[in-house]
């Protein structure tokens, strides 16, 4: 069965540092990844995902993740965070048609 | 997000009683999910549908059941409610393709007393 797992539970960041979250996965096939964000009080959107192709992918917002199949990782990038990022991040995993397995998330506190 | 709904969006019971959660897509998509979100474990799969009457369990169905008697509608029933299923729980569907990500509802806060 596939797995997900995000190392940094919690992440409190000032604005404009850089921001990486970590996501591995236990799955040796072929693997769909995706990143989704969850604002306070509100459902899950889609970031970004990853099929195929060139490793790194860019998403809405200014976020990006690199595919690195070597490592079964899949983090999350931002260069510069704002306040407005505050939200929880959640990694996500399947093959095919598999339904999506989601990582425990990843609750980012940006502070001004 | 345009195009799926949940309801109710709040709902407290009591123990024991059987409680139905509705999912409504006005997208004519095949696939459709139950998940449910919890602090301590993310999100957890409950059920989830690849067509009218055909559904599958996942990680966590004990205590669930789902129907799917129309493209527009999943449903997810608790048969007899109790406190440990105190939860979010959301709603998702995804496009005609592997490759389409999921679009979530709006979630159903549920609070079993």
């Known amino acids: 069965a596939q797995s997900v797992s995000q190392h940094n539970h919690h992440v409190i960041l000032s604005e404009a540092a850089s921001l990486e979250l970590g996501c591995n996965y236990s799955?040796?096939?072929?693997?769909?990844l995706f990143w989704y964000v969850q604002y306070p009080g509100q459902h899950l959107q889609l970031l970004l995902k990853?099929?195929?192709?060139?490793?790194l992918v860019k998403g809405i917002k200014g976020f990006e993740a690199e595919f690195i199949k070597s490592k079964f990782s899949f983090n999350l990038r931002k260069p510069s965070v704002q306040w407005s990022d505050t939200a929880e991040y959640f990694c996500a995993v399947n093959s095919g048609n598999t339904p999506l397995v989601f990582g425990k998330g990843t609750r980012l506190s940006v502070i001004a | 997000d345009a195009g799926i709904t949940q309801s109710p969006r709040h709902k407290v019971t009591e123990t024991g009683t059987p409680v139905t959660l509705r999912c409504h897509q006005t997208?004519?998509?095949?696939?459709m999910y139950w998940y449910r979100q919890d602090p301590e474990h993310g999100l957890r799969l409950i059920h989830y549908?690849?067509?009218?009457?055909?559904?599958d369990k996942g990680e966590v169905s004990d205590g669930y059941s789902v129907s799917r008697s129309k493209t527009e509608d999943f449903l997810l029933t608790l048969e007899s409610a109790t406190s440990s299923q105190t939860s979010v729980y959301f709603c998702?569907?995804?496009?005609?393709?592997?490759?389409?990500?999921?679009?979530f509802g709006s979630g159903t806060r549920l609070t079993v007393v």
């Open positions: 998702a569907i995804r496009g005609p393709d592997f490759n389409y990500g999921y679009t």
């Open positions: 997208e004519n998509h095949r696939y």
């Open positions: 990853y099929f195929s192709g060139d490793p």
């Open positions: 799955y040796g096939g072929t693997v769909n």
């Open positions: 549908s690849y067509g009218v009457k055909d559904t």
